[in-house]
């Protein structure tokens, strides 16, 4: 007989029942965070459906319902990591053309994904599209590790974020949003983190517009197709796993006033599109009490204001909403047989509602280029087959490597530009 078993006085038959006492006092002690726990949880039985509609100016409450019940974030949890992305930005820590190497824990994430392998390196730009467009699993851990050296301590990061921000209901655990226990929030949080989004950063914001995302040769389209259907919204994501249903955070803007909405626990993507634009619908027709200016480019006395100010005040009233093309970072493709780099190439700032925008975006963009005096600013039309009708502002009157040239420039200044081939410049119209 061993020391220890000497030591303890007691026969087996007393330490079975004091083991069994054990467990029942931990039952017991336990068992109420336990349950608090399980009904934090969406995935115990059928997600509940939750809802918010806030005004994006005053953060005043047009509509809620369930609004503070826990919920599984799903995707939406990389409108977290991109405000970290983007704080890192405006803090000048990290650029748009700033490489992150990819991980083999990144290059494991589970769908969607860009198909990132490990070793090689993405830029930021392309990881913020293709979080936007595809939520990109990999590229959301790409960026954790690129920003906070791990997706752990990036996640610590985002909660903290998250409880300064106000949203007191919410843990995150990963970037990615791919199914963790632990890693709840609520509408009204996430209305919260929306908010933010769009108040923090409102050039960064134009990235939620992007319909399609051009990568290695893939074009991705944004999952939130609600933008295809519904007039003035500009974004913001997507997201569902089993276990939360379908979630959707979406932001839309008619006669100057901006609204932020919030559905989770939807049965089907379509059924939480139809909820969100019912409650979208509802609070415009309430009305607001505030004018705003008609047009962001109204006269402004203040003539001496930067590019990348006013074109903030495009994205803030005219909300360049919808375009694949307004904010798609593109490579020049290979010139085409009976092509040649004097050809008219062109360049692409945006997509907007209304043409006087458009003409007012290219104005800037080529004010903002002062090597290319001469160049011509011209207006795309909407195409009478297009679902979405939006005009494009354009300059055009390239070479290639001139087109190349004056995007690089622009994205510098955090602005949108596509470059446009020849074949497609000829549409345009002044």
């Known amino acids: 007989m061993t020391a220890e078993r000497q030591g303890s006085g007691m026969r087996p038959g007393s330490r079975i029942w004091l083991a069994v006492a054990a467990a029942c006092l931990c039952v017991f002690l336990f068992a109420p965070a336990a349950e608090a ?18 005004d994006a100016e005053t953060g005043q409450v047009v509509s809620e319902s369930n609004a503070d019940a826990p919920h599984y974030p799903a995707s939406l949890t990389k409108m977290m990591t991109l405000y970290l992305i983007f704080d890192a930005l405006e803090k000048h820590r990290i650029r748009l053309e700033t490489e992150f190497t990819v991980s083999a824990h990144a290059a494991s994430m589970s769908p ?10 993405i830029a930021v730009r392309d990881i913020i599209l293709g979080l936007v467009t595809q939520s990109a699993n990999d590229a959301a851990v790409v960026a954790a590790e690129g920003l906070a050296g791990s997706e752990e ?13 106000g949203m007191t209901r919410t843990h995150f655990n990963n970037a990615s949003g791919l199914p963790d226990p632990d890693q709840v929030t609520t509408a009204r949080d996430l209305a ?14 134009a990235n939620f517009a992007t319909q399609e995302f051009m990568f290695r040769g893939i074009v991705y389209t944004n999952h939130n197709h609600l933008m295809e259907r519904f007039a003035g919204m500009d974004g913001i994501k997507t997201g569902y796993i089993r276990a939360s249903g379908f979630n959707l955070a979406a932001s839309a803007v008619r006669d100057n006033r901006r609204l932020i909405g919030v559905v989770m626990g939807g049965e089907s993507s379509r059924a939480r599109d139809n909820r969100m634009a019912e409650l979208l619908n509802a609070g ?5 009490g505030d004018q705003i200016a008609a047009l962001a480019y109204a006269t402004d006395a203040a003539e001496n ?12 009233h005219l909300s360049p909403v919808g375009s694949a093309e307004a904010a798609v970072p593109q490579t020049r493709k290979p010139v085409r047989s009976g092509q040649s780099e004097g050809d008219s190439w062109g360049i692409q700032v945006g997509a907007f509602s209304q043409r006087a925008g458009a003409t007012r975006a290219a104005q800037e963009a080529l004010a903002a280029l002062p090597w290319a005096k001469g160049k011509s600013v011209e207006v795309l039309a909407p195409n009478q087959a297009e679902k979405s009708r939006f005009y494009r502002a354009r300059i055009v009157g390239f070479t290639a490597k001139e087109a190349e040239r004056a995007c690089q420039t622009l994205r510098q200044k955090r602005a949108a530009c596509n470059i446009v081939n020849p074949g497609t410049v000829r549409f345009a119209q002044r």
């Open 37 to 54: 726990r399980a009904k934090s949880h969406a995935g115990a039985g059928k997600p509940q459906l939750t809802s918010i509609v806030v």
């Open 112 to 121: 969607t994904k860009l198909g990132l392998q490990a070793g090689e390196t």
């Open 153 to 165: 301590a990036f996640a610590a990061r985002m909660s903290a974020k998250a409880h300064a921000l």
């Open 192 to 205: 919260t983190l929306a908010r933010a989004l769009y108040r923090d950063f409102p050039r960064e914001y």
């Open 284 to 288: 415009f027709s309430q009305g607001s």
């Open 305 to 316: 204001r930067s590019f990348n100010e006013r074109a903030a005040r495009v994205l803030r």
